[in-house]
């Protein structure tokens, strides 16, 4: 996905930083410093897909008069010369919507405000992550006043004004995403700022990717990795948390579903335990309904009747019936005593069940809450042992946060005294190398051939004495490539031993080359011409070896060139090779490969007609001429 990288920094003279040497840099172009003198060649530089100058006229400013213009408008030894933004584009966007986008916040945000702005679009480099597509701008710190430079404008270095220009960089890069149909977006807010509880990390830079890669150990790149792994462990913890929240909740959801269940049931249970009683025993309220007599039976005697069975019933002396006892009533009267009971008792049977289910339904629920209670209290324990554990890791992680502080100002401490012993190495390794280049310049062929030649001429012998010449002058030669071989072996700095044996590689191309064009007149002389083999053959090889060291001096200079204080120190290793086809298990092909080539081969076409400069061959036969009258009188 896109990623969000707005790094903004000053380019200042008193950190020996030259503006002219930055637009060079950006832009993999050769600028010429009028102010210091030098030359700033990155013509070589690949990756440089496309650089543009904008102003608020729309005009074409060549970039060596701008920038050389803006070192001549500064005349204090601290002064702030450019201001210098790194944006890292989004990798999903081709080169035309990305320059489309660089262009309208640079107008926008910069341009309209007065500012100059020079910026450059480079390609991910050979080893680095191919979606690192990134764009340099350099600013102008001065408003533009008629054709030169007006005040500074104080208000572009406050902080304010560089939050909005953050802001504004993640709203442009996010209607772009939006228009072209694509879901990432960048945000330009903090992680504290987003509400995202997850350290940030620190911006490895060039330097600690080109450690790593050599398999040292950067302290940034190791710093990022602690904190991913702390950030890591966080995320787990609160991963659990949340799964632990979840499954109690789920659990007190099915608990409660099972308590309803169970209650629903229980009222089920007493409502059918009521119908049945109801269905039994009328309801207290309404009285109940009247049975009828059961028929009583009739009242046989003991033994036999007294009287005949034909016979009537005994009278009294009224002529009336005589009445019967009234055992009837009270037997009807017992029986229904007796159903009474019976009812009763069954009453209280019912009764005493129907108590013992909701005692029974009771003590269920009193155990289904019990247990609820008992998972709540160890989801609770659990949970304060959590945040307990938490707490505790927190606490672990804000003593690594302030032991990093105080590594990081260790490191920086120690990295001050470092830069400090390179300086002062660096400086008396300059003046080691200037009194090494006084000491042991290169010697003219040709002094020491005089000095040979005053050391043994006797006009008397001319011959001898020219032989006796040579042979002292091979044996100085001898002498003094012995010295080299022992300075050589006594250096321990690569650079300086470089520069020694440029120098006696230098001294025996030149000795040759003298001695070529001797043996050549010495030929002509006794042949008596001019094309003889021998003498083409001499003067052939003499050439060779003037070209030859020619090319040694060259070398020699771009090596002083390169170890000359004050250059600047920042190099960013870019080199794009197309890599058009996937190694198993290797990373995606770069999308801007064909821009890459294409670049590489206008490179190599500028080198091919710089090799064939007719101005520089005719120079080189203008030197080889001179050298050639200069052995003919001696």
């Not at 790593?212 to 787990?236: F, H, M, P």
């Not at 929240?245 to 579903?257: P, S, T």
Request: net charge neutral.
């Amino acid at each position: 996905m896109a990623q969000y990288h707005f790094a903004a920094t000053l380019v200042c003279r008193s950190k020996g930083q030259s503006a002219v040497a930055a637009a060079a840099y950006r832009a993999g172009v050769r600028l010429e410093d009028e102010r210091l003198g030098k030359t700033f060649d990155y013509t070589r530089r690949r990756g440089v897909l496309h650089t543009e100058v904008c102003t608020a006229a729309n005009d074409q400013r060549d970039r060596g008069q701008l920038w050389n213009a803006v070192e001549k408008s500064e005349k204090r030894k601290d002064s702030q010369l450019a201001r210098s933004i790194d944006i890292a584009l989004p990798h999903e966007l081709t080169l035309g919507l990305n320059l489309e986008l660089v262009r309208g916040f640079v107008r926008e945000k910069f341009v309209t405000q007065g500012m100059i702005a020079d910026f450059a679009i480079h390609a991910p480099g050979r080893k680095g992550d191919i979606r690192n597509v990134h764009v340099h701008i350099l600013l102008t710190t001065r408003e533009i006043a008629g054709q030169g430079f007006g005040p500074k404008v104080r208000a572009w270095n406050g902080k304010t004004e560089l939050l909005e220009w953050r802001k504004a960089w993640a709203d442009h890069a996010n209607r772009i995403l939006e228009r072209e149909g694509f879901e990432e977006r960048i945000d330009h807010r903090s992680l504290s700022d987003q509400g995202i509880d997850r350290e940030p990390t620190t911006h490895v830079g060039p330097v600690g990717k080109e450690m790593e890669e050599r398999g040292d150990v950067s302290d940034r790149a190791q710093k990022n990795r602690d904190i991913k792994s702390t950030n890591d462990n966080i995320e787990l913890l609160e991963k659990e948390l949340a799964e632990s929240e979840q499954r109690l909740a789920e659990l007190k959801q099915q608990q409660a579903a099972e308590r309803m269940g169970q209650i629903q049931k229980t009222i089920r249970a007493a409502d059918a335990v009521w119908k049945k009683a109801e269905e039994r025993w009328p309801s207290p309220d309404r009285p109940p309904e009247p049975q009828p007599p059961a028929p009583v039976p009739p009242l046989q005697p003991q033994g036999p009747s007294p009287y005949p069975e034909t016979s009537a019933p005994p009278v009294s002396a009224g002529g009336k019936a005589v009445s019967m006892p009234d055992d009837l009533s009270k037997a009807q009267k017992q029986e229904a005593d007796r159903q009474k009971q019976a009812q009763d008792d069954l009453l209280a049977r019912e009764q005493k069940a129907l108590d013992d289910e909701k005692n029974r339904l009771q003590q269920l629920r009193d155990a289904d809450n019990k247990r609820v209670e008992d998972l709540a209290k160890q989801n609770a324990d659990r949970l304060a042992a959590l945040a307990e554990e938490m707490r505790q890791l927190h606490l672990r992680l804000d003593a690594q946060k302030e032991l990093l502080a105080r590594l990081d100002a260790h490191r920086a401490e120690q990295e001050r005294i470092a830069a400090d012993t390179r300086r002062k190495e660096e400086i008396e390794r300059q003046a080691r190398l200037e009194a090494l280049a006084r000491a042991s310049s290169i010697r003219e062929a040709g002094l020491r051939y005089g000095e040979a030649l005053r050391q043994n001429y006797d006009i008397r012998d001319p011959y001898a004495s020219l032989a006796k010449t040579a042979i002292a002058e091979h044996a100085a030669f001898r002498r003094d490539r012995e010295a080299y071989d022992q300075q050589i072996a006594k250096t321990a700095d690569p650079q300086e031993r470089q520069a020694l044996d440029l120098r006696k590689r230098i001294e025996g191309a030149e000795y040759l080359a003298m001695t070529g064009d001797r043996i050549a007149q010495q030929s002509v002389i006794i042949t008596g011409r001019r094309d003889s083999d021998e003498a083409v053959k001499f003067r052939k090889r003499a050439t060779d070896y003037r070209i030859e060291a020619q090319d040694l001096r060259q070398q020699l200079r771009e090596l002083q060139l390169e170890n000359a204080p004050g250059k600047d120190l920042e190099r960013e290793r870019s080199e794009l090779q197309p890599q058009n086809v996937r190694r198993p298990g290797g990373p995606p092909p770069n999308q801007y490969d064909p821009l890459i080539k294409k670049v590489d081969d206008e490179a190599k076409a500028r080198e091919l007609a710089a090799g064939k400069d007719p101005e520089r061959k005719q120079q080189q036969e203008k030197e080889l001429e001179r050298q050639r009258e200069r052995g003919r009188e001696r």
